[in-house]
């Protein structure tokens, strides 16, 4: 990395620590919190709870992996005995691995669950966290799957370049590409042919069409862009190289609305482990994603991403900045 990408990635550490550390104080102090989590404060081991076997599951991204480490370290400080299927796939492969028994949870986003899953419309998808939630909740429901409270945050896919390339292009929405997308290459993770917020939505809600769609692993979004492989590469609205390299890459405005609203991550798991492991279960999980604000996940993602820390040991820093261990 170069000297200026270094002092730029620790301010962005300092100024969301800062965040980060002003989230907590809120947390500690919000006396009026009407929410279904936890009571705040740190987590007490109940012995009651070692007899039971739980295997946190994640998708194949950072975040998706942070938030599973998170999870899974926070009930083992509960008292359960934990194991972890983390970097499972695509969303599809995560709610196979559910469904068969494979894992007993991992976190979803109300959108993609209720676009992928349940066949909802992009603009068919309520834009109030509360609603996509519900209507999430009880398609899940339907499939003899429990849904917990969302985390604050809201994640999205969107389409991204390098600066340099959109000011070449004159682009600044999605259809400034109309014209140009034919000579441009576009990279997506695998799964991006078959979704409305990514392949699907550009060529049949935009018209657009590329010389070329190229598949390719999700931690390899950015580099085919600083590579020159890329002219356009799906990212996602909550990645830190958008807010720690913001003079670097940009994202295009979806100025059709053909994505659906942006989601918030929601624990997914089965009715019979929420009997099973009883209520420090669905209270622990809720309990440690409440200082989960768009910029603490950016933050803490930029620590894996951009500081090349382990997921594991960002998630036990998180716990113990929010005083949930010690």
């Known amino acids: 990395m170069l000297n200026s990408d270094s ?38 081991s109940n012995a009651d709870n070692s007899s039971v076997e739980l295997t946190i599951g994640s998708k194949n991204f950072t975040e998706q992996i942070v938030l599973g480490e998170i999870y899974a370290k926070a ?34 986003y109300t959108s993609t669950a209720l676009t992928s899953f349940f066949g909802l419309a992009p603009d068919a998808v309520p834009t109030d966290t509360a609603e996509a939630a519900d ?3 009880t398609q899940f429901e339907d499939r003899g799957l429990v849904m917990f409270e969302p985390a604050p945050f809201e994640s999205a896919n969107a389409v991204g370049l390098l600066k340099e390339r959109a000011d070449q292009l004159g682009v600044e929405t999605i259809s400034d590409l109309e014209g140009q997308s034919e000579q441009l290459t576009l990279f997506g993770s695998p799964e991006c042919r078959q979704r409305v917020d990514c392949l699907v939505g550009l060529e049949d809600g935009y018209g657009l069409q590329f010389k070329q769609f190229r598949p390719v692993d999700i931690e390899q979004r950015y580099p085919v862009l600083d590579d020159g492989q890329a002219d356009l590469s799906i990212l996602f609205t909550t990645d830190p190289q958008l807010f720690a390299q913001s003079d670097q890459y940009v994202i295009l405005e979806d100025d059709q609305n053909v994505f659906p609203a942006a989601g918030n991550p929601a624990f997914v798991t089965d009715e019979a482990t929420v009997d099973q492991a009883g209520a420090d279960y669905q209270e622990t999980i809720e309990l440690v994603q ?32 929010e005083g949930y261990i010690e």
Do not use: H, K, M, W
């Open 7 to 44: 002092r730029l990635r620790a301010l962005f550490a300092l100024l969301a620590a800062v965040v980060l550390a002003l989230g907590i104080a809120a947390c500690g102090d919000d006396d009026d919190d009407d929410g279904d989590g936890g009571d705040g404060g740190s987590i007490e």
């Open 75 to 108: 009930l083992e400080a509960a008292g359960y005995t934990v194991q972890t299927d983390l970097n499972l796939g695509s969303e599809q492969v995560a709610l196979d691995a559910l469904e068969a028994g494979e894992i007993s949870g991992y976190p979803e």
């Open 135 to 137: 209507e999430a909740r």
């Open 290 to 321: 409440e200082g989960l604000t768009a910029e603490a996940i950016q933050e803490l993602s930029a620590r894996v991403d951009i500081d090349r820390n382990q997921a594991s040991q960002v998630a036990t820093e998180y716990l113990q900045e």
